[in-house]
């Protein structure tokens, strides 16, 4: 999957027009690199990291090596089973999945069911809110980095601090480690899967992609054409669930969820998040998610590490094994000014 994504145009609305308050500490800018930090940096024997080769952001699934040695899923989407989750095991089962979000919160709300959410840590910086809202409601939290790059054009360092520090704002935001993670645009190779099995992830894929992300750029693109995705996904025999990639950073796709999951449920399979159609944990922390809300533990501040390549950051930066601070009322985002202006900007659609 090939495109650049402005990942910042819906976020960077609500940000205006409403008091929303970062996360406590000090962060790297949003959507760009984060720094790495050297506890986060020894975590990973980089000796037994494949030395798969770094890839320019040009050549990602472009100029592709005539035998695909380590596994790099942007050329030939190759996958390994040990680290690598496609789809749903169990018959019937189907893991919805949301991109960059999220944003379908009351839709989701009234309808009831649970989804995963793959969140950069940007904007989890930028509305931590939404995020404990989220998680609140039973959705799971995936990692999708910090400033989603494509991974394999990236030093180990640098993948290492684009995990962690998304890490880190979603455990203060929520009080949650996750244990998932989804490479942007699936790109991931041996390297990027080596790194990410030893910090304790698993890695995300899927098996259903709708294209959705087309609809930023692509004016011959049809938003109908996802729905239709849809409806012929359900008739196909099948074995085994399915995972499917959707983004819920464009109002204009995020609109089509309420279409898309009536579609699956009518068809009889039941919409489950990743690590329950899995049968697994989605968090470090001893949480299980049901069919109605998810208890975060108690926020409990500790000690950070100091970022290598920022020296003006202070040690009080955030670390991946941190607990929330309590955040003060003056600090608290206005839900109300935000959900009225959600409303405002994408009441034509039905949902936020």
């Known amino acids: 999957m090939k495109v650049t994504i402005s990942l910042c145009v819906f976020a960077s609305l609500l940000v205006t027009f409403t008091d929303a308050a970062a996360l406590t500490g000090k962060w790297p800018p949003v959507d760009q690199p984060?720094?790495?930090?050297?506890?986060?940096?020894?975590?990973?024997?980089?000796?037994?990291?494949?030395?798969?080769?770094?890839?320019?952001?040009?050549?990602?699934?472009?100029?592709?090596?005539?035998?695909?040695t380590f596994c790099n899923w942007s050329c030939s989407n190759c996958t390994k089973p040990d680290s690598d989750v496609i789809l749903c095991p169990t018959k019937g089962d189907w893991g919805i999945t949301f991109d960059d979000g999220p944003t379908l919160l009351d839709f989701l709300d009234n309808t009831g069911d649970k989804v995963t959410f793959f969140v950069v840590g940007s904007r989890v910086y930028e509305n931590p809110e939404i995020l404990q809202r989220a998680a609140k409601a039973g959705h799971q939290i995936g990692i999708h980095t910090w400033s989603h790059p494509y991974l394999t054009s990236q030093s180990n360092e640098q993948i290492i601090a684009e995990f962690k520090w998304t890490e880190a704002a979603i455990k203060q935001a929520v009080g949650?480690?996750?244990?998932?993670?989804?490479?942007?645009?699936?790109?991931?190779?041996d390297r990027v899967r080596g790194i990410a099995t030893q910090l304790g992830y698993k890695v995300v894929i899927w098996d259903k992609d709708t294209n959705d992300w087309m609809s930023a750029d692509d004016k011959s693109f049809q938003l109908t054409w996802i729905e239709g995705n849809f409806t012929e996904w359900v008739k196909e025999p099948a074995t085994t669930g399915h995972i499917s990639l959707e983004h819920d950073l464009y109002k204009q796709t995020a609109g089509r969820a309420p279409i898309v999951l009536p579609i699956v449920t009518k068809a009889g399979f039941s919409i489950k998040p990743i690590s329950v159609c899995l049968g697994e944990k989605p968090y470090v922390e001893d949480v299980?998610?049901?069919?109605?809300?998810?208890?975060?533990?108690?926020?409990?501040?500790?000690?950070?590490?100091?970022?290598?390549?920022?020296?003006?950051?202070?040690?009080?930066?955030?670390?991946?094994?941190?607990?929330?601070?309590?955040?003060?009322?003056?600090?608290?985002?206005?839900?109300?000014?935000?959900w009225s202006f959600v409303s405002f900007i994408v009441g034509s659609v039905m949902f936020i």
């Not at 020894?42 to 695909?68: E, I, Q, R, S």
């Not at 480690?177 to 790109?187: A, E, F, L, M, Q």
């Not at 929330?324 to 608290?332: G, H, L, Q, Y």
């Open 34 to 68: 984060p720094p790495p930090v050297k506890e986060w940096t020894a975590l990973v024997d980089l000796t037994k990291v494949p030395n798969a080769p770094l890839v320019k952001v040009a050549d990602v699934g472009v100029k592709c090596l005539d035998k695909d």
């Open 288 to 338: 299980s998610l049901n069919t109605t809300t998810t208890t975060a533990p108690a926020p409990a501040p500790t000690a950070a590490p100091t970022a290598d390549a920022a020296p003006a950051y202070p040690s009080a930066i955030p670390s991946a094994s941190s607990t929330p601070a309590t955040t003060s009322a003056a600090n608290t985002l206005n839900s109300a000014n935000l």
């Open 176 to 189: 949650l480690t996750p244990k998932y993670v989804r490479p942007p645009y699936g790109d991931v190779d």
